[in-house]
């Protein structure tokens, strides 16, 4: 990969997100592991993604694990078929209406995923998190196929947010 990330002042506040346990975001980095963003930032500027999907014309996600296998954070995702129904709400984020599980205890996961757009200068990174790719939130706006998979995406999951005790 010949292009560097970066991340801009605007995104680093979202991606902080991730770093932070807040009720903002399901999935967090332990950051006794990847201390902050500006540290995923060297990390996966010295490794290569296992896989890079691409979303549109100038976004891609590029998948990671990390290099020696362990976890490196929780998930925020899971099949909706594993959890009962009680156990989701919805909630409306950013004018869409999401899924959210509640569960006693986020999974572990060595996978973290990153979102970027393709400028001249490099790959901004527009969010990352651990976990595998999601796919994006179906919004009007896409071209019809990716809204389908995409809305097929989101029924079939959740977003998970661990119970407050």
């Given at each position: ?5 970066y ?11 991730h770093?932070?346990?807040?009720d903002?975001a399901?999935?967090?980095f ?6 902050s ?9 010295d490794?290569l993604?296992?896989q890079?999907i691409?979303q549109?014309k100038?976004?891609s996600?590029f ?10 954070g929780?998930?925020?995702l899971a099949f909706?078929r ?7 709400t ?6 869409y ?31 990352a998190f651990?976990?595998?790719y999601?796919r994006?939130f ?6 019809p ?5 995409n809305?097929?995406?989101w029924e079939?999951h959740?977003l ?6």
């Amino acid at each position: 990969m010949s292009k560097l990330f970066y991340l801009s002042v605007a995104q680093r506040e979202h991606v902080a997100r991730h770093f932070l346990q807040t009720d903002l975001a399901g999935s967090h980095f332990y950051t006794d592991v990847i201390a902050s963003p500006e540290a995923l930032l060297l990390i996966i500027n010295d490794i290569l993604p296992e896989q890079v999907i691409s979303q549109s014309k100038a976004r891609s996600a590029f998948s990671f694990t990390s290099k020696d296998g362990l976890p490196i954070g929780t998930c925020g995702l899971a099949f909706r078929r594993d959890l009962r129904e009680e156990q989701i709400t919805r909630q409306v984020r950013e004018g869409y209406t999401i899924e959210i599980g509640f569960v006693d205890r986020l999974p572990e996961t060595n996978q973290f995923c990153v979102i970027a757009d393709e400028t001249t200068e490099g790959l901004s990174i527009i969010t990352a998190f651990p976990g595998g790719y999601a796919r994006p939130f179906a919004q009007k706006g896409q071209p019809p196929e990716e809204y389908a998979l995409n809305k097929l995406f989101w029924e079939e999951h959740v977003l998970l947010k661990q119970k407050q005790s």
